[in-house]
Each structure stands twice: as C-alpha cells, then as structure tokens.
C-alpha cells in the first residue's frame, strides 16, 4: 500500500509521460512506479496526457 502523500517527483512524472507516450497500460504504468491506479490516473488527467483504456464515467 502507498503512502496517501507521497510526493510526486520530476522523475516520477517524467516516467509517467514516457509510459502513456509509449503505450503503457496506466496499470503497468502504476506498479512501476509503486502507486495506485487511480493517483496514476489522477496524474495522468491533471498534466493533460491521454491515456487508453476504458474511459472514465
């Protein structure tokens, strides 16, 4: 389980942008970086990178 305020870093961001430009599922993309799904997701929506997979309602 993470921590509920783990910083995001640089490097962190970084990678998640490397992941969702290479295709990485936001999964795969989350476990790398030892995070939840739905904080990679939340990431993902706030620096405007599109993500595949099933949309959110």
């Known amino acids: 389980m993470t921590d509920k ?3 995001w870093t640089q490097t962190d961001i970084n ?9 990485v599922e936001i ?6 970086l030892g995070r939840t799904v739905e904080d990679t997701r939340a990431m993902a929506l706030r620096l405007r ?7 959110s309602v």
């Not at 990678?15 to 295709?23: I, K, N, Q, T």
């Open 49 to 55: 990178l599109r993500i595949e997979g099933p949309a």
């Open 15 to 23: 990678d998640l942008r490397s992941g969702v430009a290479g295709g």
């Open 27 to 32: 999964e795969g993309i989350a476990e790398a």
């Open 5 to 7: 305020h783990q910083r």
